[in-house]
T-cell receptor, first 112, second 109 residues
């Protein structure tokens, strides 16, 4: 009954470092999403995927990369971390694009 | 591209009172979603509104959708402290959910 699982929960990065945020879902959902949420703000879509092998940019893709080699996994890669990427990152999935989306618990990232 | 706006951004309510949160969106959206987020937590789905005129209720919360006016509302009846949270609406863009800025609700005695 795991749903959407994100790791790590917390991470501190130094400017210029790279890291991968992991996201996996066990609901056989086709669609997966990455959002970021800045303090006191709404969610901004970074990247999304409609199925294995297919990804597309959202509203704020710069500084990030994704891949979707399997239905279950949708990792988000940060290259050359910058303080502006300090945020909480949420992964979500849905069966189709118009069905209810389920969210992971989030990864709180600080870049110093 | 779809844009979603909520108002108010912040709402402080006394217990027992009623109030409505408004969600406007810029282009056609076949679906409208409401989520709740407690401080430091993830988002929890509240309602999925599928068509014009749809109304859904759960406890003290009732959501409705008017696709012609491009408006959804979340009505709170007789607020209680447990409803304190941030509420987001989201519209359906092409293959993706677009979120509003959220309404932070505080209910006080």
């Amino acid at each position: 009954n795991a749903g959407v699982t994100q790791t790590p929960k917390f991470r501190i990065l130094k400017i210029g470092q790279s890291m991968t945020l992991q996201c996996t879902q066990d609901m056989n959902h086709n669609y997966m999403y990455w959002y970021r949420q800045d303090p006191g703000m709404g969610l901004k879509l970074i990247y999304y995927s409609v199925g294995a092998g297919i990804t597309d940019k959202g509203e704020v893709p710069n500084g990030y990369n994704v891949s979707r080699s399997t239905t279950e996994d949708f990792p988000l890669r940060l290259e050359l971390a910058a303080p502006s990427q300090t945020s909480v990152y949420f992964c979500a999935s849905s069966y189709w694009g118009d069905t209810e989306a389920f969210f992971g618990q989030g990864t709180r990232l600080t870049v110093v | 591209e779809l844009k979603v706006e909520q108002n108010p951004l912040f709402l402080s309510m006394q217990e027992g009172k009623n109030y409505t949160i408004y969600c406007n969106y810029s282009t056609t959206s076949d679906r409208l979603y409401w989520y709740r987020q407690d401080p430091g937590k993830s988002l929890e789905s509240l309602f999925v509104l599928l068509s014009n005129g749809a109304v859904k209720q759960e406890g003290r919360l009732m959501a409705s959708l008017d696709t012609k006016a491009r408006l959804s509302t979340l009505h709170i009846t007789a607020a209680v402290h447990d409803l304190s949270a941030t509420y987001f609406c989201a519209g359906l863009g092409t293959d993706k959910l677009i979120f509003g800025t959220g309404t932070r609700l505080q209910v006080f005695p």
